[in-house]
């Protein structure tokens, strides 16, 4: 079973700082993509940030300058930090990752969800 587990989430002030871990384990021969949505209540999910394998990086115009998305392969970890906080970034942040199995399968996987909440 291949899971992502998050953390890093939190309480932080208008203009703060948070840095959001995800961490991938399982039998997994290679990861292809891995990305950053959020999920504010009342509203639909919505795509923050996304990488691929080569290292290509796109952003929700939203979150341009503010947020920077990376990766460790070694640690098979995806990252996201997060300054200049608003409270309109306040949602649950999830991971997201195109995995392939040792078996050779691929497929997508979800985290559980880590809650930011950007209020003075």
């Known amino acids: 079973q291949v899971q992502l587990v998050e953390s890093g989430g939190g309480l932080v002030q208008p203009g703060g700082s948070l840095r959001l871990s995800c961490a991938a384990s399982?039998?997994?021969?290679?990861?292809?993509?891995m990305a950053w949505y959020r999920q504010a209540p009342g509203k639909r999910r919505e795509l923050v940030a996304t990488?691929?394998?080569?290292?290509?990086?796109k952003y929700a115009d939203v979150v341009k300058g503010r947020f920077t998305i990376s990766t460790d392969n070694a640690k098979k970890a995806l990252y996201l930090q997060m300054n200049s906080l608003r409270p309109e970034d306040t949602a649950v942040y999830y991971c997201?990752?195109?995995?392939?199995?040792?078996?050779?399968?691929?497929?997508?996987?979800w985290g559980q969800g880590t809650q930011v909440t950007v209020s003075s």
């Open positions: 997201n990752a195109g995995v392939v199995t040792t078996a050779y399968y691929e497929y997508n996987v």
């Open positions: 990488i691929t394998s080569d290292t290509s990086i």
């Open positions: 399982g039998s997994i021969l290679k990861i292809n993509a």
